[in-house]
C-alpha cells in the first residue's frame, strides 16, 4: 500500500512561485511513474508534469518551462517548483504513483490559487 501526502500549496500573486511537495509512504521502492496532476472544479483532471523510474519528465505544453518536477528518492519526496504562475494554474494539484502493478495511488490534493 502506498500513501502521499501533499503540501506547499497556497495563494500566490499572478508572476509568483510556489513548491509543492509529496512524501510517499509504503510500498515506493519500485514504481512506473509519479507525476503531478490539477483538477478544476467541473473540469476533468489534467496531468501538469510525470517523471518516469528512469528519470524521464513529460510536461503539459502550458506549463513547459515554468514548472519543474523533480524526486528525491532519498525522501521519497516528489516536487514541483511552479514559477511565473498565471491565474489559470488555479486548481487542486495532485501527487500520484503508479506503481509496478499499474494501480494509481492519489494524494489528498492542495490548494493553488493565484490570483491578485
Known amino acids: 500500500q502506498v500513501q502521499l501526502v501533499e503540501s506547499g500549496g497556497g495563494l500566490v500573486r499572478p508572476g509568483g512561485s510556489l513548491r509543492l511537495s509529496c512524501v510517499a509512504s509504503g510500498s515506493t521502492h519500485n514504481f512506473v511513474s509519479m507525476g503531478w496532476h490539477r483538477q478544476i472544479p467541473g473540469q476533468s483532471r489534467e496531468l501538469v508534469a510525470g517523471?518516469?523510474?528512469?528519470?524521464?519528465?513529460n510536461y503539459l505544453s502550458s506549463v513547459k518551462d515554468r514548472f519543474t518536477i523533480s524526486r528525491d528518492n532519498t525522501k521519497n519526496a516528489l516536487y514541483l517548483q511552479m514559477n511565473s504562475l498565471k491565474p489559470e494554474d488555479t486548481a487542486v494539484y495532485y501527487c500520484c504513483l503508479v506503481g509496478t502493478d499499474l494501480r494509481a495511488y492519489w494524494g489528498q490534493g492542495t490548494q493553488v490559487t493565484v490570483s491578485s
Open positions: 517523471i518516469s523510474g528512469n528519470g524521464a519528465t
